[in-house]
Nanobody
Framework: QVQLEESGGGSVQAGGSLRLSCAAS????????MAWFRRAPGKEREGVAA???????RYADSVKGRFTISQDNAKNTLYLQMNSLKPEDTAMYYC?????????????????WGQGTQVTVSS
């Protein structure tokens, strides 16, 4: 059973930084995509960043140059380094994993999801 557990969320002032982590367990396949999505109150889910099994990354335009996605060598922990945070980054951030798809389209049906970690950025 695949389990994803996010951590690292919190409250920061605009311009600050946070590093999110997603610990994955039960991943029995060697190639998969890991991604971060977020959902702000009253808004649709948004794809933030993804990293594919070949190490290629993709970012939402709204976070390019500020956020960096990475994973450890064992591929069992996903990270999201968030710098220059803005109030509009406030949202619940979710980790997602899928063996076959790798997209930031909010309609993408990733197989596995975490419970989320809250990020709040104050102005």
């Amino acid at each position: 059973q695949v389990q994803l557990e996010e951590s690292g969320g919190g409250s920061v002032q605009a311009g600050g930084s946070l590093r999110l982590s997603c610990a994955a367990s039960g991943l029995y396949y060697s190639a998969f995509c890991m991604a971060w999505f977020r959902r702000a109150p009253g808004k649709e889910r948004e794809g933030v960043a993804a990293i594919d099994s070949d190490g290629s990354t993709r970012y939402a335009d709204s976070v390019k140059g500020r956020f960096t996605i990475s994973q450890d060598n064992a591929k069992n922990t996903l990270y999201l380094q968030m710098n220059s945070l803005k109030p509009e980054d406030t949202a619940m951030y979710y980790c997602a994993v899928d063996r076959w798809v790798c997209s930031l389209d909010p309609e993408t049906d990733f197989r596995h999801w975490g419970q989320g970690t809250q990020v709040t950025v104050s102005s």
